[in-house]
Structure formats: structure tokens, C-alpha cells
């Protein structure tokens, strides 16, 4: 069983600067299989990107996945204030499809 | 437009019974691998369990705290996927939401529903 962690847990930032999210998995996951979601309170989860490094539809540019194995990372290049959230990475090649602990985006 | 609406939360006492349903439209949801995703009050996203579409089998997965307490069926001439959940315990207060990921070619898109809050307490 694949198990996700991220980090930080919490990452304090101002709107304009850069947003580096980490997730490592416990054993080599395919890149095919690594999706990134975002959710804002009261909300449902948003895919934002697939395969590690494919944007969803309507997801702006400055939002990227990278990465390979067991470390996939999430990069917001300028925080806008609408990006301060929480973000979930799963892994969903083999059951059970766990997602990581989440990494919350706040305003610093 | 895709749309899924869960419905059948609600509150019940710790060892009770409860059967969520999705009810799914605007896409062909007999071509669909769907799953349930569920999210303790406050707290992070928690996969449930994944039911393949029929031409892959049909089979079920669940997660470890769930599995053989919690029963994921469907039913593609009603669109409609289903989470039965026996034995209920606190630890299963929830939203539980649906969710299906479709592709078209090598595009993938993620339809969720708007989730429905099932509380476990006596």
C-alpha cells in the first residue's frame, strides 16, 4: 500500500510570491498515476493536475506538477488570492488510492 | 452537462445501517469507473473505494477502515452508483462525496458532487 506524505503541512505566503508543495510517496509511484487537487472551504476538490504534470482543463498556467517516483512536487509560480487553499496529491494506479495529508496555502 | 448528486445522509447511531446513492447525468456513466471520497469534519480527504465499469470487470476496491463493512454497487440502467455502509462507527461521520474521472483521449477530467453529511453518533 502506497502511502502519501506532503509537506509543508502549512505554508504561509503573501499574494505574488512562489509555492512550492512537496509530496513523496513510501514506494515508486508511476507519473501516470500522481493528480493534484485543490479545495476551498465549503467546496468540493478541483483537479488540478493530472499524470504529474498535465494541467486540467481551465487551470491557469502558473499552476505546475514535476517530478518522478517518489517525489512529485506542486509549484504555484505567483500566488493570486484566489489560490490560497488547501492541495491534496493521490495516487490513483493501485488500491487503495490514498491521498497525502494536504498542504494548506494561507496569506501570510 | 455532467452532473452528480448524492443523496441519503444523515444521522445514525453507532452499529447502524445507511445507503448513500449518486445519481449521475450528462455523461455515459455505464463507461465510468466511479468512486466514493469522504472528509471528516475539519479534516483531510479520505478514499473510500472505486467500482470499475462493467467491461473492466466490474470489481470493487475499498480502503482498509471500510472494507468489509461497506458494500460500493452500481447500477447503469438507473445511473446510479450506491455506498451501502453497515456497522456504523463514530469514526465514519463524514461528508461522502462521489466522484467520477472521465476521460476523452488523453484528456482527463474529475466530476464531483456537492457530498452528503452522514453523522455517527448515539
Known amino acids: 500500500e502506497v502511502v502519501l506524505t506532503q509537506s509543508p503541512g502549512t505554508l504561509s505566503l503573501s499574494p505574488g510570491e512562489r509555492a512550492t508543495l512537496s509530496c513523496r510517496a513510501s514506494?515508486?509511484?508511476?507519473?501516470?498515476?500522481l493528480i493534484w487537487f485543490q479545495q476551498k472551504p465549503g467546496q468540493a476538490p478541483r483537479l488540478l493536475i493530472y499524470g504529474a504534470s498535465s494541467r486540467a482543463t481551465g487551470i491557469p498556467d502558473r499552476f505546475s506538477g514535476s517530478g518522478s517516483g517518489t517525489d512529485f512536487t506542486l509549484t504555484i509560480s505567483r500566488l493570486e488570492p484566489e489560490d490560497f487553499a488547501v492541495y491534496y496529491c493521490q495516487q490513483d494506479g493501485n488500491s487503495p488510492n490514498a491521498f497525502g495529508p494536504g498542504t494548506k496555502v494561507d496569506i501570510k | 452537462e455532467v452532473q452528480l448528486v448524492e443523496s441519503g445522509g444523515g444521522l445514525v447511531k453507532p452499529g447502524g445501517s445507511l445507503r448513500l446513492s449518486c445519481a449521475a447525468s450528462?455523461?455515459?456513466?455505464?463507461?465510468?469507473?466511479m468512486i466514493w471520497v469522504r472528509q471528516a469534519p475539519g479534516k483531510g480527504l479520505e478514499w473510500v473505494g472505486r467500482i470499475k465499469r462493467k467491461v473492466d470487470g466490474g470489481t470493487t476496491d475499498y480502503a482498509a477502515p471500510v472494507r468489509g463493512r461497506f458494500t460500493i454497487s452500481r447500477n447503469d440502467s438507473e445511473n446510479t452508483l450506491y455506498l451501502q455502509m453497515n456497522n456504523l462507527r463514530t469514526e465514519d461521520t463524514a461528508v461522502y462525496y462521489c466522484t467520477a474521472p472521465l476521460w476523452i483521449g488523453a484528456v482527463r477530467r474529475d466530476y464531483w458532487g456537492q457530498g452528503t453529511l452522514v453523522t455517527v453518533s448515539s
Open positions: 514506494q515508486s509511484v508511476s507519473s501516470n498515476d
Open positions: 450528462g455523461f455515459t456513466f455505464s463507461n465510468a469507473w
